[in-house]
């Protein structure tokens, strides 16, 4: 049973720091990325940072320059931090593993979400 278990979220003022963070376990694949999406409402999930198997790290233009996206060298872990928050970054934030099989069919792994709300 593949898990995806976040951490990190919660209410910061503008201006301010989080980190959240992204456990993985029971994936048997080879991951091919790790994500995070973010979705306001009345939006759908946003990609606003990936991070490739080799390390190659991308990220949205309303985020770069402030979120970092980082991950051990296991691939069971992955980080978000976000500096320099602003209100518009209030969320709920979604990580995301996709993995291919030896046939390279594709799989794609969920967490459940964190709220992340930016506000004085």
């Known amino acids: 049973q593949v898990q995806l278990v976040q951490s990190g979220g919660g209410l910061v003022q503008p201006g301010g720091s989080l980190r959240l963070s992204c456990a993985a376990s029971g994936i048997e694949y080879v991951v091919d990325s790790m994500n995070w999406y973010r979705q306001s409402p009345g939006t759908g999930r946003v990609l606003v940072a990936s991070i490739s198997r080799s390390g190659n790290a991308r990220y949205a233009d309303s985020v770069k320059g402030r979120f970092t996206i980082s991950k051990d060298a296991s691939d069971s872990m992955v980080y978000l931090q976000m500096n320099s928050l602003r209100p518009d970054d209030t969320a709920v934030y979604y990580c995301?593993?996709?993995?291919?099989?030896?046939?390279?069919?594709?799989?794609?792994?969920w967490g459940q979400g964190t709220q992340v709300t930016v506000s004085s």
């Open positions: 995301n593993i996709e993995a291919f099989d030896t046939w390279e069919s594709e799989y794609e792994y």
